[in-house]
């Protein structure tokens, strides 16, 4: 059983940053892929990036060169470093955890948090 617990989500102006960070429980973190998911009002949810336990990254095209995933194992956290937002990157994200290497597809994670929420302001 792993627990997942958002934070680091907020109001920023575009072309802001903001880090979100994912504290996970559990001893087995370390085998884990972690993925960051978001979903915005009235739309369906998306993957943004994620991070084999090997350290491998995946990112969204929409995100890519904008964002970086990263982990601490040490610490049981994982981080999404957001620059130069947007207005739409506007969404509840959340933060998952899957037994297989370095998915996109949100059905393949087991463990989810209950997110944070980013705001973009024009």
């Known amino acids: 059983q792993v627990q997942l617990v958002e ?9 802001g940053s903001l ?23 009235g739309k369906e949810r ?4 994620a991070i084999s336990w090997r ?16 982990r601490d194992n040490a610490a049981n956290t994982v981080y999404l470093q957001m ?3 947007k207005p739409e990157d506007t969404a509840l994200y959340y933060c998952a955890a899957s037994s297989r290497r370095g998915t996109k597809y949100s059905d393949d994670y087991d463990y989810w948090g ?3 929420q980013v705001t973009v302001s024009s």
């Open 83 to 85: 620059n130069s937002l």
């Open 114 to 116: 209950q997110g944070t």
């Open 19 to 41: 880090r979100l960070s994912c504290a996970a429980s559990g001893r087995t973190f370390s085998s884990y892929t972690m993925g960051w998911f978001r979903q915005a009002p």
């Open 7 to 15: 934070s680091g989500g907020g109001l920023v102006q575009a072309g």
């Open 55 to 70: 350290g491998n990254t995946y990112y969204a095209d929409s995100v890519k060169g904008r964002s970086t995933t990263s």
């Open 46 to 49: 998306e993957f943004v990036a």
